[in-house]
């Protein structure tokens, strides 16, 4: 079956009326912050993401942010340089006036030239990529095209938090599937079982924040035939696609699975690939014909973003200096430091395969929830880091622990993307302080 067509979703009655439960204020501002656990159901006010609220905790207490996930280290000099050239000199850069809708030629060029590359999928720049605002804006248009109100939308949690944002302000319900330590592999079984009449959307993410879990082949495959099955859209979200960091794992691009063309779109950022987080140029991909639907929603957000910024990066994905194997070589040595201070700190951290995270289990060393640990991390040892339960749908979490804790709550994920030296003085601070508090 494909993808349902919007009416195919109707709106139950019960989904379009206001709610009595606090969880899900009525209003779309509310019913958006709720959905990324950032709604201040005592003050009624909007609280700032998880993120900007521990880099503000970490500066307040002096703490080594390993909190929030933007590298510390400036993306290549050549790319900042190319963008400079191209915001200033016409001869070279494209116009500083509006960039087309889709994006830049030269850019939508770059990006199939490189998925043919890398993943051997062939796709007409023309109409099947989309440039967008960052990654963010490409999952904010996807969801707000295909999740119609009423509708469920699966994922697996810990998931990225604009997901839960976007699917409560198209009026959809967000439902995780909960991933497993440690390996956190997606139980696709737990996924297809999760499906519903209302179902209508699949957010994946592969390489997986905040697990760094990469997606096997299978596990891509089994997603493709769910959708096909059940009429679903999916979303996969490929951000880290450029920062896989062991040698025997590699990553597949949903569009590289057989039958995904007709029910599935991947997400690009070329912040993430290039450690250029602030530029927020991102790019879809996918059908001309899903291309077009998500386009209906894209172009009224932002329409179209830096045309400086967009050339850069096509020079960077046109050629990248050996960029990505360098930056993939110097996180995983991160990664390696990080692991071992935590280990050496009595927490049990996970070996993210990918990205900039590793997830560690605290229950050995305390009866602390995460946030809690969180807390007292960031004001009495000096490391700030992110509760995991930030991350996962904290109303059906809270039924879940009256029956029993869930494991969920006492992960504490931590950033590795920093300079090595702050790496040491977090792991330092750790080893030294945390026996104590604890
Ligand atoms: C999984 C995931 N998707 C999307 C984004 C946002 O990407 P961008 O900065 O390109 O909007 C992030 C940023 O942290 C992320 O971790």
Known sequence: MLPKSPQDHVTPASAAQPTADPLSPPSPWARSAAGANTFDHAAGTVLPTIYERTTAAAIAHEAVNLGQGFPDREGPEWLRQAAAQALTDPAVGPSNQ??????LPVLREAVTEDHLRRTGISLDPSSEVMITTGATEAIAASILAFASPGSQVLT?????????????????????VPLSGPE???????????VTERTS???????????????????????????????????????????????????????SIS????????????????????????????SAELVNRIRGVKQFLTFSSGPGFQWAVAQGLQDDRGF??????????????????LHSAGLRPNRAASGYFLLADISEATDLDDVAFCRLLAEEVGVAAIPVSSLIIQHRSDQR?????????????????????????????MVSRLPKVL
Request: some cysteine; charged content about 20%; hydrophobic content about 45%.
């Open 401 to 429: 622990s009256a029956d029993a804790p869930d494991p969920l709550r006492r992960l504490v994920r931590f950033a590795f993307c920093k300079r090595l030296s702050s790496l040491e003085e977090g792991i330092d601070r």
């Open 156 to 176: 697996f949690e810990p998931h990225y938090d604009s997901y839960g944002s976007m699917a409560a302000l198209a009026g959809a319900e967000l439902v995780g």
């Open 184 to 194: 956190f592999h997606p139980d696709m079984d737990a996924l297809e079982a999760a």
């Open 324 to 341: 990505f194997a360098e930056n993939a070589a110097s996180l995983a040595a991160a990664r390696d430091l990080l692991h071992s201070g």
């Open 201 to 255: 959307m699949l957010l994946l993410n592969t390489p997986h924040n905040p697990t760094g879990t990469v997606f096997t082949e299978q596990e891509l495959r089994r997603a493709v035939g769910i959708a096909r099955r059940h009429g679903l859209v999916i979303m996969c979200d490929e951000v880290y696609e450029q920062l896989v960091l062991e040698a025997d794992q590699q990553h597949r691009s949903i569009l």
């Open 259 to 286: 039958g995904a063309a007709e029910v599935a779109v991947a997400i690009g950022s070329a912040g993430k690939s290039f450690s250029l987080t602030g530029w927020k140029i991102g790019w879809l991909c996918g």
């Open 98 to 103: 509006y960039a087309p809708g889709l994006g």
